[in-house]
């Protein structure tokens, strides 16, 4: 069965079933600066999910593009990609685990024949910390699911530690079985939505010898071991909470979220071991099989690498709302999966001028009757493809070369590395691939220290900026800076969760403050803010400064850049009321006073567009 049948009669069987087939959204985020890229396809409906009306209705199913950046060091292992498909259906407080179960299980099962006995399901096990219980009801709909199969289903706790004990239905904790957008519970900010969820896993089969390898010859296998055995193809959450200063509540509505890896249901049903065999990568890795003169058998991980990430960068690139190469924000991972890919091409031997086209090509002919962006915005791509192949072939070679030079020393030191990025524009995460594949280490840490160390000094040479937007460390920079942080408080307040920090400019006369909102705020919207913050000010609150490790600090909830180069320890600094209650919390190097009435009275004077879906406000103290 090709990707494209899989994928029309999923959207057929939900459309038979009551549910309105929505268009795929951009992969670049509109309204969430949090995020850089969509990656899953509930992204765009979480408004929906938290209570508002969808305009088409209470079920809703489409196939989404996505993109997962966290994913670019696994591409290689046969089953893990940066761009995916994802299919997927929505229960917006309709119908909630008896219907989904069924309706996912024969999806599977009937529509595309997958052998029930080869499926296995994990629920959540619970958490006492933040008074959820197990998931039976899903666990006793499963055992129900599986009897009208003939298929004994005994539910078993453990797995990873215990092994598979016969079982078929297996309790996990948070970290497999619980989703939202944040991650674990205790990292999720407030008002963020999560729930638990069931997964569905397809056995390839023992015989593979998945689990032989020496790796995990001291492990137990089970459906979530690493070994490769066991695939998740789909996994349906409950997404019925919402976390609270209290704790977590159940939401005003019910919601079922699934989503189905296209790339992974169609290796099932082509009886393939790895995606990359798939209809949906064949046609790409046979381009390269003839660029190179090798056999994807005989350099697996290479060719995987191209064709993932030459995919990624087309669909990016080719977006409606589509974005090139650059070193900032989403142009950046673009820069390096484009660099990667030229990078395994030169491990493969290829030599041919501007052959990343050529793979791009295919891309765009598999793609092009699914999302017709893709070919209507193809120029583009291969104009921009081929761009930044020349930029950094043309340096490759070189650095490879300088990099020989280091090849007798155990470590890469921090000095070195930021030679190599700032001379032959090598990324950190290639000098690190790099490193690995010569057993060596890399001063990560000291990279960064380097790297800051050369950029505070540009600015300080050419424009005199100082950490933070701030033109200057004096009394009145660092009052007025302060001030940002409560005005950012008071926008989430007056505007909602999905307002953030864009930017900032300040000296010692005025603030100028970017973030992310994309309308014009109404007076009453203005005047509440800035009441919010004079407030804040009145109360004398106390600013709190403490050095935190980074992921601590994301644990916090402190508010972040997304697309800023943190450091691995950070400054973050907390606003506390009299009573110790933590109103704000942010990450930032700048300075700050050290109560908020030291600031004097705030007061907005302009609200203005700053680019689409940014507003600015400038703002004084008297």
Known sequence: MKSKEIRKRFLDFYRKRGHAIIPSSSLLPEKDSTLLFVNSGMFPLVPYLLGEKHPEGKRIANSQKCFRSDDIEDVGNMRHTTFFEMLGNWSLGDYFKEEQLEFVFHFFTKELSIDPKRLYVSVYRGNEEIGIERDKEAVEKWKEIFRNENIEAKDIDFAEEKGMQGGRIFYYPDEENWWSRAGLPKEMP??????????????????????????????????????????????????????????????????????????????????????????????????????????????????????????????????????????????????????????????????????????????????????????????????????????????????????????????????????????????????????????????????????????????????GVFKSGLSDGGRETTKLHTATHLLHYALKSVLGDNVYQKGSNITSERLRFDFSYDKKMTKEEIESAERIVNKMIEKDLLIKKEELSLSDAKRSGALHLPEENYPENVLVYSFSDSDGNILSREICSGPHVERTSELGRLVITKEESSAKGVRRIRAILK
Request: net charge negative.
């Open 190 to 463: 407030l008002n963020e939505p999560g729930g638990p969820d069931s997964e569905i896993f397809y056995d390839l089969g023992e015989e593979l010898g998945h689990h032989d390898k020496e790796e995990f010859k001291d492990k137990v296998c089970h459906i979530n071991c690493d070994c490769g055995r066991f695939i998740e193809i789909g996994n349906s959450v409950f997404m019925e909470f919402i976390k609270k200063e209290s704790g977590f509540e159940k939401l005003p509505q019910k919601n079922v979220d699934f989503g189905g890896g296209l790339e992974r249901i169609t290796m099932i049903c082509q009886e393939k071991t790895s995606i990359f065999e798939t209809d949906l990568f064949l046609p790409i890795i046979k381009r390269i099989e003839r660029l190179s003169g090798l056999s994807y058998r005989d350099k697996r991980k290479s060719f995987e690498v191209i064709a993932d990430h030459l995919k990624a960068a087309t669909h990016i690139i080719g977006d409606e709302r589509g974005i090139g190469p650059s070193n900032k924000e989403q142009g950046y991972f673009v820069r390096r999966l484009i660099r990667r890919a030229v990078r395994h091409g030169n491990i493969l031997g290829i030599d041919a001028n501007s052959w990343l086209k050529d793979v791009a090509k295919e891309v765009v002919d598999i793609y092009k009757e699914t999302y017709p962006e893709i070919e209507k915005n193809s120029k583009r791509v291969y104009n921009e493809i081929e761009e930044e192949e020349k930029v950094f072939y043309k340096t490759l070679k070189k650095g490879i070369k300088e990099f020989k030079k280091f090849r007798d020393k155990s470590k890469i030191d921090g000095k070195t590395a930021a030679s190599l990025y700032q001379t032959y524009g090598f990324p950190i995460e290639l000098i690190e691939e790099l490193a690995n594949e010569n057993g060596q280490e890399v001063d990560v840490e000291g990279f960064f220290e380097e790297m800051k160390r050369h950029q505070e000094l540009s600015r300080k040479l050419s424009a």
